[in-house]
C-alpha cells in the first residue's frame, strides 16, 4: 500500500535511501544536498538502516573512498551539488571507467563564480560527458522514483556503470511536495541484493584495480566502455517496466506530454517542465498545438527516440537551465540538435537560456516562448537561435 | 622476537609482490613493499596512490600484486583505502564476510606529503584501521625529479635545478612523521628497508594495533638521487647512521628511539654519493653543508629529549 506523505525533495531521496539500505555512504556536506544527508546520517544514528558512514574531509575524497568501497564489493552511495561535484570530477571518471555502480543524488545548483547556492544545472551539465548515467527528476516524486530505479539500472550486469539522480536545487530539494512512499519491503525487493563483481575483499581470487594501459589498448577499453552504453535505455526502460508493476507509475527515456499532434513544443528538464505543461494547456485551450518533451535518461543521451518524437513539429525551443560557454547554445540544445540532424523535414530549432542561479521561471516566460514559436512556425524564419530569457537588460 | 620474524621464517613465506615489475635497479620501493607484506601474518588488501610504484606494477593485463590492489588516483590512496576498509566493516557486521584483514595503502612523498595529503589527514582522524606506508625518495620521481615538500634542503631538482643564483631547494623537508603523530593516532614511525628488522617489527607492531598507522620508509631512489643502483640499501643505511633520517615510534603517544647510532657520522658522509648535492660541495656552499648539519643536529636533539620526557 502506498503512504501519502508531504515532505521535501531531499527528505523523499533521504527515505529511498533509507528504503535501498547500502552497505557504505561517504558523504560531505554542501547546500542544498546537505539536509539529505542529514536525513540519512540520522536514520544511522536510529538503527534504521545497516549502512556505514564515511564523514570524508572533502568531496574528492568521498567519490575516492566510494571507488575504495565499491570495488570492495558492496552497495555504496554519495550525494553532492555545484562546487562538490566540480571538485569530484577527476574521480567521476575513474567510477565509471572503473564500471563501478555507484548511485549519486545530485543536487542541481549553479557553479561559482560568482558563489551561489540556487538551482541551476550547470553542476550535472559539466559532467555529463563523465561515462555516467542520468536521471533527471521534474519533481519530488520524480526523484524519489528515479533514486530507486538507480539501483536496478546501475549494477544491472550488463551495464555496471555509476547513476546520477539530478533534481532542482531548493526548488525541489526543499518545497514540500504531495508524494506517495512505496512499501519498505517492496522497495527491498526491487533493488535485491547486492550482487558482487570482482570484489577486492575477496582474499581467494586477489583482483588489482586501476592497471596502466597505454597505447596499445587504452582505445579498445575506451570502445568497450561506451558499447556499455548503448545497453543501458533498454534496461532503463526494463527496470521502469517493474517499476510501474509495483508503483503504477510509468517511466520512460524522455516523457512527452501533449506532443503526438503537436506543431509546435518546448524540450525542458527537471522543474520548469511542470510549469511549462501549465503553459502549454493555456495555449492548447486557445486552439494552438504546443507539446513538450521532457528528458529523463539525458546520459547516455537516446537521440534516436527523441528525434522521433520531435520531427513532425514546425518550431521547437530547447530550454536550458546553464550555459554551454564558447559553443554558442545550451547543452540540451546541442544535444537535440544532434538528434534531428539526420531528418531532412525537421522544426526550426531555437535555444533560451532561463533561471540561472535559481532565477525564476515563470509561466510568463512559457508563455512569450509560445508565441514566438507560433510566429516562427507560420513564417519558417526564426529570430535569433539562441536568447537569455528572465535577464535584466 | 616477535612472531615469524626471523630470516628462517621469512625464507618460507610467499613474496607477494612478484618479480618481473618494471621498477627500476635500484629502487627502495619494491623492497620496501615485500619487506612490509612479508610483516604481515594476515591476508593484506593495498591501496597504492598514483607514482612509480603504481605505473611500473600493473601494466594490463599483468599485475605483480599477489593481493587485492586497488589505484584510484594520486592524491587519494588514503581515502580510498578507508573505503574499502569501511565495506569491510559493513560486510563483517553483516556476516557475509569473516576472515581477519589488513589494509595497507602505499605512496610516495609526493602522493603523501603533498597532494594526498589532506586525503591521508582525514582518514588518519576519522580512525580507519588501516596502515598508511609513504615510500620518501625525497621528490616527484615519476615525472622526472620535481621537488616535493619532502625534498631535502640544498637538494638539485628538475624544478629547482642549482644553478648561478639558486642552490637547490632552499627549503626544510615537512617533517611529516611528526604530523601524523599530532593526530594523535596510536602508532606513527620512520624505518629504513636497511634495518629490515626494525622495519619489519614496526609493520608487525602496527598492523596489531587497531585504528590508523602510519609509518614514514626512506626509499633511493638512483634516477633522482643520481647514485649507483648498487648502493641503493647502503645511502638509506647513511641516511640512518648520519641522523638524518632516524628511526623512531610514536606509539599512544610516547616516542621510542629504535636505533641509535653508536657513532653519529657526518651528513656529508650521506650527501656525497649522491649527484642531487654535488653542487653543495663547492667551496661557496659550504655554508649550505653547515646549516644541514646544524638542522640534523638539532632535531636528532630534539628527538632524544622527546624521547627522555617518556624515559621511566
Excluded at chain 1, 547556492?117 to 522514483?145: C, K, P, T, V
Excluded at chain 1, 531548493?170 to 514540500?176: E, P, R, T, Y
Excluded at chain 1, 537560456?353 to 508563455?367: K, N, Q, S, T
Excluded at chain 2, 598514483?50 to 601494466?59: A, K, N, P
Aim: hydrophobic share 40%.
Amino acid at each position: 500500500m502506498a503512504k501519502v506523505v508531504a515532505v521535501t525533495g531531499n527528505e523523499a531521496v533521504a527515505n529511498a535511501l533509507r528504503q535501498v539500505n547500502p552497505d557504505v555512504c561517504a558523504v560531505y556536506p554542501i547546500t542544498p544536498q546537505t539536509e539529505m544527508m542529514q536525513r540519512f546520517a540520522s536514520f544511522i544514528s536510529n538503527d534504521l538502516v545497516k549502512t556505514e558512514i564515511i564523514l570524508v574531509e572533502s568531496e574528492h575524497s568521498s567519490l575516492s573512498a566510494c571507488v575504495g568501497a565499491s570495488a570492495a564489493g558492496g552497495r555504496v552511495i554519495t550525494a553532492t551539488s555545484s562546487q562538490g561535484l566540480a571538485l569530484m570530477f577527476e574521480i567521476l571518471f575513474i567510477a565509471s571507467g572503473t564500471r563501478l555502480p555507484i548511485v549519486m543524488p545530485v543536487v542541481n545548483r549553479a557553479l561559482s563564480a560568482p558563489i551561489n547556492i540556487h538551482g541551476d544545472h550547470s553542476d550535472a551539465m559539466s559532467a555529463r560527458d563523465a561515462g555516467w548515467i542520468q536521471l533527471w527528476s521534474e519533481n519530488g516524486q520524480e526523484a524519489y522514483d528515479n533514486a530507486i530505479q538507480a539501483f536496478r539500472i546501475a549494477e544491472h550486469m550488463d551495464v555496471r556503470l555509476p547513476v546520477m539522480i539530478c533534481m532542482d536545487g531548493f526548488i525541489v530539494s526543499h518545497s514540500i511536495e504531495r508524494l506517495e512512499y512505496l512499501e519498505d519491503e517492496e522497495v527491498k525487493n526491487f533493488v535485491g541484493e547486492f550482487k558482487q563483481l570482482n570484489p577486492l575483499l575477496d582474499i581467494e581470487h586477489p583482483v588489482s584495480y586501476g592497471p596502466l594501459i597505454l597505447t596499445d589498448y587504452y582505445m579498445e577499453f575506451r570502445k568497450a566502455q561506451d558499447e556499455v552504453n548503448t545497453k543501458v535505455p533498454q534496461i532503463v526502460l526494463d527496470v521502469a517496466e517493474d517499476f510501474a508493476k509495483m508503483s503504477g507509475r510509468k517511466y520512460g527515456l524522455f516523457e512527452t506530454y501533449r506532443l503526438d499532434d503537436a506543431e509546435i513544443g518546448l524540450v525542458i528538464l527537471n522543474s520548469a517542465a511542470g510549469t511549462s505543461k501549465d503553459v502549454i494547456d493555456e495555449f492548447r485551450d486557445k486552439g494552438i498545438k504546443a507539446g513538450l518533451l521532457k528528458p529523463r535518461l539525458y546520459r547516455p543521451f537516446p537521440y534516436r527516440e527523441v528525434g522521433e518524437a520531435l520531427k513532425h513539429l514546425k518550431a521547437v525551443c530547447v530550454l536550458d537551465r546553464a550555459d554551454a560557454f564558447g559553443s554558442s547554445f545550451g547543452p540540451v540544445y546541442l544535444d537535440i540538435a544532434t538528434s534531428l540532424y539526420p531528418y531532412k523535414e525537421k522544426p526550426v530549432l531555437i535555444n533560451k537560456i532561463y533561471g540561472l542561479g535559481g532565477r525564476d521561471y515563470l509561466p510568463g516566460h512559457a508563455e512569450t516562448v509560445l508565441n514566438e514559436l507560433v510566429e516562427i512556425a507560420g513564417t519558417g524564419i526564426p529570430g535569433s537561435l539562441k536568447e537569455y530569457i528572465g535577464v535584466r537588460e | 622476537m616477535p612472531k615469524g620474524l626471523t630470516l628462517k621464517e621469512l625464507s618460507k613465506k610467499e613474496i607477494m609482490f612478484s618479480s618481473g615489475h618494471r621498477m627500476c635497479a635500484g629502487c627502495g620501493a619494491p623492497t620496501i613493499v615485500k619487506m612490509v607484506l612479508l610483516g604481515s601474518n594476515y591476508p593484506v588488501v593495498a591501496a597504492n596512490a598514483t607514482g612509480c610504484l603504481e605505473v611500473s606494477s600493473c601494466i594490463s593485463d599483468y599485475t605483480a600484486w599477489k593481493i587485492p590492489w586497488i589505484h584510484n588516483a594520486f592524491e587519494n590512496a588514503a581515502a580510498t583505502l578507508s573505503g574499502v576498509e569501511t565495506m569491510y566493516r559493513s560486510l563483517k557486521k553483516q556476516g557475509k564476510i569473516n576472515d581477519e584483514i589488513k589494509f595497507i595503502a602505499f605512496g610516495g612523498d609526493g602522493g603523501t606529503y603533498d597532494i594526498g595529503f589532506q586525503s591521508l589527514s582525514g582518514a588518519m582522524e576519522r580512525g580507519h584501521d588501516m596502515l598508511y606506508i609513504c615510500y620518501d625518495n625525497g621528490a616527484y620521481m615519476n615525472t622526472g625529479i620535481q621537488r616535493s615538500s619532502a625534498t631535502p634542503y640544498g637538494a638539485d631538482t628538475t624544478t629547482r635545478p642549482a644553478g648561478s643564483v639558486v642552490p637547490g631547494k632552499t627549503e626544510q623537508r615537512k617533517n611529516l612523521t611528526k604530523i601524523m603523530a599530532a593526530h594523535n593516532i596510536p602508532y606513527a614511525a620512520q624505518a629504513s628497508p636497511s634495518h629490515w628488522m626494525d622495519l619489519l617489527k614496526k609493520v608487525q607492531k602496527a598492523l596489531a594495533i587497531k585504528g590508523p598507522k602510519f609509518m614514514n620508509v626512506i626509499s633511493s631512489c638512483n634516477r633522482g638521487w643520481r647514485s649507483r643502483t648498487d648502493d641503493a640499501i647502503q645511502l638509506t643505511r647513511l641516511g640512518v647512521e648520519t641522523c638524518y633520517w632516524p628511526l623512531y615510534e610514536i606509539e599512544n603517544g610516547v616516542t621510542k628511539i629504535t636505533f641509535k647510532p653508536k657513532e653519529k657520522k657526518s651528513i656529508g658522509d650521506f650527501l656525497k654519493p649522491q649527484g642531487r648535492f654535488k653542487h653543495l660541495f663547492k667551496p661557496e656552499n659550504e655554508w649550505i653543508l653547515r646549516k644541514i648539519q646544524e638542522d640534523i643536529d638539532r632535531e636528532w636533539e630534539r628527538l632524544q629529549k622527546e624521547e627522555a620526557c617518556f624515559a621511566s
